[in-house]
């Protein structure tokens, strides 16, 4: 079956860009839109935004400006960039097939960025 | 932004208890709601889509119910396995998409 596995530095300095990537592995990211989301410590889930496998792309009003999310599919793999960061953008980062548009699953893991000199 | 609002926070329980947990949107989501097991350190895991509908695995102890604000989701006999952060999610309007804070359930 389909599975996720986010990569990147845990570690990033205030105003510099956050870069994740995702992996997906078990399947073809064709016909599927993949999303990210993120948990700051002990708060709730905050979604990020999503890209379909064709480029379109969508994201959280409140990150719209910051947020891009690139999708290769050559590698099976779709990326987070998230600019200008500062302490409130620590957070375990997921990523997530986004199913029909509607629920969300699988998921990975996460990993766990860190904003801090 | 439809705000959702889980309770309680947290949520202690026996093993081989009922437990149920409550979900509230800010407007009407229709049935367009899922819930989400969490536990630390691993991916969370889809229990319930169309605020009904069990994913594919998921035991039969998990239901979820409700339409239009009001939600729940039960757990009719706590197993060890069970105990972990769930969450609500709507998917009736979007951007954004959004989650409510959670609830813990915990060994009482």
């Known amino acids: 079956q389909v599975q996720l596995q986010e990569s990147g530095p845990g570690l990033v300095k205030p105003s510099e860009t956050l870069s994740l990537t995702c992996t997906v592995s078990g399947g073809s990211m064709r016909s599927s839109y993949w999303t990210w989301i993120r948990q700051p410590p002990g708060k709730g889930l905050e979604w990020i935004g999503y890209?379909?496998?064709?480029?379109?792309?969508n994201s959280n009003p409140s990150l719209k400006s910051r947020v891009t999310i690139l999708v290769d599919m050559s590698k099976n793999q779709f990326s987070l960039k998230l600019s200008s960061v500062t302490a409130a953008d620590t957070a375990v980062y997921h990523c997530a097939r986004w199913n029909n548009n509607n629920w969300f699953d699988p998921w990975g893991q996460g990993t766990l960025v860190t904003v801090s000199s | 932004e439809i705000v959702m609002t889980q309770s309680p926070a947290t949520l202690s329980v026996s093993p081989g208890e009922r437990a149920t947990l409550s979900c509230r949107a800010s407007?009407?989501?229709?049935?367009?709601l899922a819930w989400y097991q969490h536990k630390p350190g691993q991916a969370p895991r889809l229990l319930i889509y169309g605020a009904s509908t069990r994913a594919t695995g998921i035991p039969a102890r998990f239901s979820g119910s409700g339409s239009g604000t009001e939600f729940s989701l039960t757990i009719s006999s706590l197993q060890s396995e069970d105990f972990a952060v769930y969450y609500c999610?709507?998917?009736?309007?979007?951007?954004?998409?959004?989650f409510g804070g959670g609830t813990k359930v915990e060994i009482k």
């Open positions: 407007q009407n989501v229709n049935s367009n």
């Open positions: 890209i379909h496998y064709s480029g379109s792309t």
């Open positions: 999610q709507q998917y009736n309007s979007w951007p954004p998409l959004t």
